[in-house]
């Protein structure tokens, strides 16, 4: 079940992985470019804070982003070699879509992203509160003892 | 002995560099007048027939416009555009699934876009990957063709909720596929409401008018603000 599920997540995947992000001739999956940014922005943040090493990303995505976790965390394992990510856990919050509702005059939460109808009142709304969020919240660093530690 | 580790909290956009850049390029696009837009839809849908017509009747109209292709690995489409006579730049993604903003700021540079009423981005055919990048645009319309199904907008919701407009093309073909045009205007309606619907043929020409009219406003009203 779980290996059907990856290989439909993988939608843009080719036979062979590509061994460098954006390389000619593969096929590459948009979660690539995003994980590729994920490394880039935790690196940027590193340089200005001193160095080190991650012990885990903390990221916030928005279901409306069209981002699935599988091809990320496939993504996040290859671009993150050899930099100090390598260790790095990938911790993804998924935002679900809020809408407000003229008519209730409050944020409602949609159980779905095929519908933008209030599901107290029925009211349509295209005026998104949240849900579009491709986030980085946060980076931990691992402490010294963290490293020598087997 | 375990040490706490030390939180950055960052609170910062993944794609930052890409939103950076295509805001620069919007403040420019901006600046000259020119309505940028953003074309999205799957392969095979008819973007490259829907934008040649759109680019040959601004041309026959005297409004100068331009276009850039994204294609995964050939120049056909941008070959087929050229035709329309007007400037026509090709972006080849090599295997990449979307174009970004960077791509875009590549491929512009050196183009004297002065005097240019309408710049089209013609990107990858794809109802997935393109959703987050920005790039730039002021204007994304997505495309569905009636030989897809009404139901395009549901399976890819993302992707046409970021959309301003959708165009439905292909409508000459309508009623040989049986196509429920009020199904999928519903459809359309459900994920983005209020969404501006516009039916199309590059074949005969239907509703190309419309579309031309559409960009006419969204443009003055770009240049207006």
Redesign the interface.
């Known amino acids: 079940m779980a290996a059907a599920r990856s290989l439909r997540l993988l939608?843009?995947i080719?036979p062979s992985p590509p061994a460098v992000p954006?390389?000619?001739?593969?096929?590459?999956?948009?979660e690539l470019?995003?994980a590729t940014?994920?490394v880039?922005?935790v690196t940027g943040?590193l340089q200005e804070?001193g160095g080190?090493r991650v012990?885990?990303v903390n990221?916030r995505i928005g279901?409306?982003?069209?981002?699935h976790e599988n091809p990320l965390r496939f993504s996040f394992d290859l671009v993150r070699e050899g930099t100090p990510l390598e260790a790095a856990e990938l911790r993804i919050e998924e935002v679900p879509v809020v809408i407000w509702c003229p008519t209730c005059e409050a944020e409602r939460e949609l159980p779905g992203?095929?519908?933008?109808?209030c599901p107290t009142c029925g009211t349509?709304?295209?005026d998104?509160r949240s849900g579009?969020e491709?986030?980085?919240?946060?980076?931990?660093?691992?402490?010294?003892?963290?490293e020598e530690?087997p | 002995m375990k040490t706490t580790p030390r939180i950055l909290e960052v609170r910062t956009r993944i794609l930052k560099k890409n939103d950076e850049i295509a805001r620069a390029m919007r403040r420019d696009f901006e600046r000259l007048g020119l309505l940028v837009v953003n074309i999205v839809s799957s392969p095979g849908t008819g973007k490259t027939a829907f934008l040649k017509e759109t680019l040959a009747r601004l041309a026959a109209r005297g409004e100068p416009s331009a276009a850039v292709v994204g294609d995964l690995e050939t120049d056909n489409d941008a070959r087929r555009l050229a035709e329309s006579g007007v400037p026509v730049r090709q972006i080849n993604t090599h295997g990449l699934c979307h174009l970004e903003a960077e791509m875009v700021a590549e491929h512009l540079a050196g183009w004297d876009l002065a005097g240019l009423r309408y710049l089209f981005i013609e990107n990858v055919g794809n109802l997935v990957c393109p959703t987050s990048w920005d790039l730039g645009e002021s204007l994304r319309v997505a495309l569905l063709s009636v030989t897809e199904g009404e139901d395009k907008p549901l399976k890819y919701p993302g992707l046409f909720n970021t959309a301003d407009v959708a165009v439905i093309t292909k409508i000459d073909l309508a009623e040989a596929c049986e196509f429920d045009r009020d199904l999928a205007r519903a459809n359309l309606e459900a994920i983005r409401p209020g969404m501006r619907i516009l039916e199309t043929s590059a074949k005969t020409g239907h509703g190309l008018e419309a579309w031309l009219g559409e960009l006419a406003g969204r443009r003055a009203r770009l240049t207006a603000g």
Request: with cysteine; glycine share 8%.
């Open positions: 939608h843009a080719p954006h390389a000619a001739g593969n096929r590459v999956m948009h470019s995003i940014s994920i880039e922005a943040q804070h080190g012990a885990a990221l279901r409306l982003c069209c981002v992203i095929q519908s933008f109808v349509r709304s295209g998104i579009r491709l986030d980085l919240e946060s980076i931990e660093l691992a402490g010294l003892a963290d530690a």
